[in-house]
């Protein structure tokens, strides 16, 4: 009786096993197409994060390159200045009122020449980007 008992736990135990091992193997599969479709949507979160710096970067590049347009009308035209200035300068008897406008006028030159430079920056990082895309 013994014998028969254990025989029979025995084949008990063996289905139980048998009909959990399916069970399981479905239940990783499971977990693994959850870890690809988590994956998946990281990939396409960061895809679309990196189209919106891009198309960011565009605009930035875009608006730069019409400050840089205008920057340079502006530097044209203080260039014209200082030459009519120093021009007239040795000349008049306002030479003294003269050589200050000059200097603030090339102040005001060296700034313009600073934000060009960065706005060009701004513009060749983008093309940059732009290349690596």
Same mark, same amino acid.
């Given at each position: 009786?013994?014998?028969? &008992? ?33 994956? /998946? ?8 994060? +990196?189209?919106?710096?891009?198309? /960011?970067? /565009?605009? &930035? ?6 400050? &840089? ?45 600073? +934000? ?10 983008? +093309? ?6």
């Amino acid at each position: 009786m013994k014998k028969k &008992l254990a025989v029979l736990l025995g084949v008990l135990v063996l289905s139980s096993v048998s009909f959990a091992a399916p069970k399981t193997a479905p239940a990783g599969g499971a977990a693994i197409e959850n870890s690809l479709s988590n994956l /998946e949507n990281q990939l396409d979160r960061l895809q679309q994060m +990196e189209e919106a710096k891009y198309k /960011e970067q /565009e605009a &930035l590049a875009q608006n730069a390159a019409q400050k &840089l347009e205008s920057y340079s009308q502006m530097r044209a035209k203080i260039d014209e200045r200082i030459a009519q200035i120093e021009a007239v300068t040795d000349s008049s008897i306002f030479s003294k009122e003269f050589k200050t406008k000059v200097s603030e006028y090339k102040a005001l030159r060296n700034q313009l020449d600073k +934000e060009i430079a960065r706005q060009q920056q701004i513009i060749d990082n983008f +093309e940059i980007s732009k290349s690596l895309r």
